[in-house]
């Protein structure tokens, strides 16, 4: 079982950015799909960026694109978030979760088999 564990968060100011970790537990971590999602108060868990096996394919939800780049390191089991250009409706609980396979929608939280517990990034105006 992977086990995610995030990082990173915190409070920025709009334009400003900030970038977030989420190390893996398992040397599986390779066999798998890397995601991140994110959920404001009151909200869905929104898919942000996704990024395949071996990191040669990233793919971004429109409110990101351009500003947030999703990378992995298998070597140290780890997933990256950069995010740049931050503005107010970014703020949310941002998570990783990992998937071993899809079925059908990459962007649904049903396709993701592990989750982490999430870390809080508050942009202010």
């Known amino acids: 079982q992977v086990q995610l564990v995030e990082s990173g968060g915190g409070l920025a100011q709009a334009g400003g950015s900030l970038r977030l970790s989420c190390a893996a537990s398992d040397r599986t971590f390779s066999t798998h799909a890397m995601a991140w999602f994110r959920q404001a108060p009151g909200k869905e868990r929104d898919f942000v960026a996704v990024?395949?096996?071996?990191?040669?394919?990233?793919y971004y939800a429109n409110s990101v694109k351009g500003r947030f780049t999703i990378s992995r390191d298998n070597a140290k089991n780890t997933v990256y978030l950069q995010m740049n250009s931050l503005e107010p409706e970014d703020t949310a609980v941002y998570y990783c979760a990992a998937s071993s396979g899809y079925s059908g929608n990459i962007e649904g939280v049903d396709e993701y088999d592990y989750w982490g517990q999430g870390t809080q990034v508050t942009v202010s105006s």
């Open positions: 990024i395949t096996l071996s990191g040669g394919v990233t």
